[in-house]
């Protein structure tokens, strides 16, 4: 049994362990194993990832570890990460000559090769991505899928162009493919520019998707950096231009780790369990005889045909017939978030019917078998997309509140969302971030379908031209 | 220009370079980076691996840090890694509590998890397994893709059993499984069993796939390992039995590295590059326009139509329209292994014709366009297959030799293969290491198709009772 969803903490804790996502027992702090049908979620869920980063970008591999002068070369970036990055300083028992660091992103692992591999205007645009495991000394709480020391699937991708407008140009490429992969997620996100003082170590900018936990805090799923011709200068990476001059390139990076993961788990998810879109759930489907003495055969016989059927169809088709109880059997597939459900008894098998029901909704309908059909099921997806993304925008809403006061807004903090306007200045933003004890997530360039308010108006702090702002306690 | 492949090293080393599997140029000692073809072509080979393991595994995903008191646990396993283990002693700045291993395979990572796994005789057979990075501190020579420090694509598979022989029927399955890998590769091998001196360290006893490399020195491309009990006793690993007792589980573990890669670069390429068994192949055919001035269009229109012929089939086909001359493209197409090349001129756009050549044999033929089918392609790939495995089996049949006599044995080392008779005893075994100045490789169990020499015979050193071993200098 898991702790109601109401009580978010615990329910999330359980649901990782008792669905079978990873198993927290691991014997270090922050890190935790990935279960096999844990490892063939997060496999369909990369699986779309990829699909999408492959229309224009190579995949590669760059290796794990980083020189200490290497990782030391970008002033901003080593002062981001050097409080969290992990140090290898033997081999064996020698004493190395130059530490290696675990890599914490892979910029200035890569970057040294673009060196090299860029030599004119004809090598750009270059994009390329990994996924790949990188690693985070925390020393805050750690959380399975959400703040870990190794984090074991992060796709980073990384691209170099002529200018700055060009790199621009791909900072909205990149937006629109994450917009794409959430969306097919149904999660909701705001897509938020981080205010100057929490931008991406070393970038010019940083867009940030957030999604809204349902404890209210957000949970930052994605981020997009505009690096300019910081790093290019740092890591000395020219081009030749068509005419003929040597220009440093600008350059973009984008990632997404497995909290991708913990969002879909958290969102969509409900007392009973998981519930997973039909397009990633491991099972898709589970077929329940439902057994009578006597009538056994005839039940287990129709259940088969339906299970072959489905898998012809290119459903991800399970066949439950252990000897549990019919109750036992819902309950553990609810457990696994199986969109599809499928009950056969006596009757339905003498009818050549089945009883379906989904997992969001719960409800038992039945129909003839012979109206399974691919076209049937495509919609049934379709349909249940529809509306996990209405539940997921319904419970959103209630989270995200518009503020003009500060005093109301320091209420709502750990309850939502609140946004407000605010000016550029970073005395302000300061400001309120004491205040209210949450941080500035930084000015909403695009909110979820539903939410409304003026994207300008008078600044909370100084009573200046503002521009909406969020704030919220975060994970 | 690559040199010659009988300069086998440099050949190695400049096909890794220039066909784009990886680039040696990373700025620490035997780390590497894949670049985005090597990469295609490493995704294809561990996707049919992949395939093969799935049937009877589940993949999963465990930490890459181990701590050093699980590291430490096994005495034997500790001893045969502890010099090239890369340790982790700060975060940040704080130095660990406890160091931390980066895993240089997963035995202590997974084994304390599997006691916790394993209940009863019910949750037996447990068959996982990962593809990962692990690290060795490699002190010799490194090598990209056969000497790493960072091996990015360990796929290790650990199971567990309830008994000695069941454990040994998965050791049976295990090396089935691999047999119908590298056959799928055409690559050939020796299936030995490793003597007591040379196995995993803390195995029972160790199964070992060796290829020969074209100088002569064998490569090991996978392992199979019978545990025993030997891990079970150290984590306590126990389950109940139908009978209600408790028993230590009995374990197997299997890996194959990314010398998978090495062993179909080094075994089928050839003087000017890559030859690609099709199914591996990340660009299965290219499509050259032979281009004329005022013919252009018509020939361009039916090179296209060709390659959309081909992308209908499911084909990984490409157009090369670039400006360069035709003999620029197909050399930079050889080299990087394209099995199929489809040159259209005017007269075979005119005829509907078109001249069609494979990588291995280099032989041009005109055929018509209608001739183009998914049957022909299909008999096409296996053909070249079979001529991939023929002409592999015969370069290994020049480099393996039967000997009753030390001191000509001593003469072949660093050619090829010696097979010979050879007690059990470490002391002839020992004797014959050094005076060959070269390894035992073990047992033979199964040889190369047209290898032959008989099982048993006298000792080469004492003259006793012998089995059929093999000797070779080593990757």
């Given amino acids: 049994m898991l702790p109601p969803k109401s009580n978010f903490s615990e329910w999330y804790h359980e649901v990782i362990q008792q669905a079978e996502i990873m198993d927290v027992r691991y014997p270090v702090k922050g890190l935790y194993v990935w279960f096999p049908f844990g490892y063939k979620l997060r496999n369909l869920v990369y699986g779309r990832l990829r699909e999408i980063m492959d229309r224009e970008h ?21 002062k981001g990460f050097e409080d969290e990055v992990y140090w290898i300083t033997h081999g064996g028992i020698d004493r190395l000559d130059v530490k290696l660091a675990l890599r914490p992103t892979s910029e200035t692992a890569m970057y040294p090769m673009f060196k090299l591999w860029i030599r004119s205007h004809a090598d750009l645009p270059l994009r390329v991505y990994q996924i790949v495991n990188v690693f985070r000394y925390e020393t805050k709480h750690t959380r399975p899928l959400i703040r870990l020391r190794e984090i074991t699937s992060f796709k980073e991708a990384h691209t170099a162009h002529r200018n700055y407008e060009e790199a621009e140009e791909n900072v909205k490429m990149a937006v629109n493919a994450y917009k794409e992969f ?44 505009h690096l300019a011709d910081n790093f290019a200068k740092t890591f000395d990476i020219k081009y030749e231009t068509p005419e003929g001059d040597h220009a440093y390139v600008h350059q973009t990076c984008y990632g997404i780790s497995e909290r991708c993961v913990a969002a879909l788990i958290s969102i969509h998810g409900d007392d009973v369990g998981l519930i997973l879109p039909f ?23 129709f259940s088969d ?17 252990s000897d549990e109880r019919p109750g036992a059997k819902y309950y553990r597939w609810e457990l696994f978030g199986v969109p599809l459900r499928i009950e056969i008894g006596p009757r339905e098998a003498e009818g050549r019917e089945v009883v379906v029901s989904f997992r969001d909704e719960r409800v038992k309908r039945k129909i003839q078998a012979d109206e399974i059909t691919e076209e049937k099921i ?84 100084c009573g200046g031209d503002g521009r909406l702002n969020a704030i919220a306690k975060s994970y």
């Fill in 378 to 461: 495509v919609k049934w997806a379709d349909d249940m997309h529809d509306r996990l993304k209405k539940r997921a925008l319904d419970l959103i809403l209630e989270k995200v509140r518009f503020f003009e006061n500060a005093g109301e807004m320091e209420e709502w903090m750990g309850k939502g969302v609140a946004m407000f306007h605010l000016c550029n200045s970073i005395e302000c933003g300061e400001s309120i971030e004491e205040q209210v004890r949450a941080g500035v997530l930084g000015e909403i360039i695009e909110m979820p379908e539903g939410v409304h308010a003026d994207k300008e108006g008078k600044c909370i702090v």
């Fill in 58 to 78: 190579d995949e590669v591999y760059f290796p794990a570890l980083i020189p200490e002068t290497e990782l030391g070369k970008e002033g901003q970036h080593i």
């Fill in 279 to 301: 397009h990633f759930a491991p099972h898709q489907a589970v077929v329940i005889p439902i057994l009578y003495k006597g009538k056994e055969e005839q039940v287990l016989k």
């Fill in 305 to 321: 045909e339906i299970l072959k059927k489905l898998k012809e169809i290119g459903i991800r088709a399970i066949l439950d017939d």
């Fill in 182 to 225: 959430f969306d097919s997620l149904a999660i909701p996100y705001f897509v938020i520019k981080r205010p100057e003082w929490d931008k991406f170590p070393g970038a010019d900018y940083t867009i940030a998707f957030d999604t809204v936990m349902p404890d209210g805090r957000t949970l930052q799923i994605g981020t997009v950096h």
